[in-house]
């Protein structure tokens, strides 16, 4: 078991880290491909939960425990990040769907700690576990 803090940020870190990735993978599609800027709301859409699940999972494993609170915290912490660079960077204001995105974020990241967690434990066995014969 980690202390909370730096699995909270290695959680963050992944979730930036897979964002950055997608974009890029996004980048290059709209590139190469037939794919058209209206679908792009959705591909980030997607993105953000599969980066959000993975970072929360890994905040989970890493962890060991309470894993909703954590992934949860890794994403409000994407959440603040996010938020952030879209106040200072771009100036933009707090809305209905800032606030829809906290509660996703924090609920996606959430379920992945909660897989992350019982992963973490699946391989563990009880100490007065004994086999059948």
């Not at 938020?83 to 992945?112: E, N």
């Amino acid at each position: 078991m980690r202390s909370a803090s730096t699995s909270v940020l290695t959680g963050l870190l992944y979730t930036t880290g897979l964002v950055l990735f997608g974009a890029l993978l996004a980048t290059l599609l709209l590139s190469f491909t037939s794919m058209r800027e209206g679908s792009l709301p959705y591909f980030t859409y997607i993105i953000n939960a599969i980066a959000l699940l993975v970072g929360g999972f890994v905040t989970g494993k890493r962890c060991g425990g309470k894993g909703w609170y954590y992934g949860g915290l890794t994403g409000f912490s994407y959440f603040l990040l996010i938020l952030l660079i879209g106040f200072l960077g771009f100036d933009a204001p707090l809305q209905w769907g800032t606030f829809l995105f906290l509660l996703g974020a924090f609920g996606i990241a959430a379920l992945g700690g909660i897989l992350g967690v019982n992963s973490a434990n699946t391989g563990s066995k009880p100490k007065s576990f004994k086999p059948r014969r």
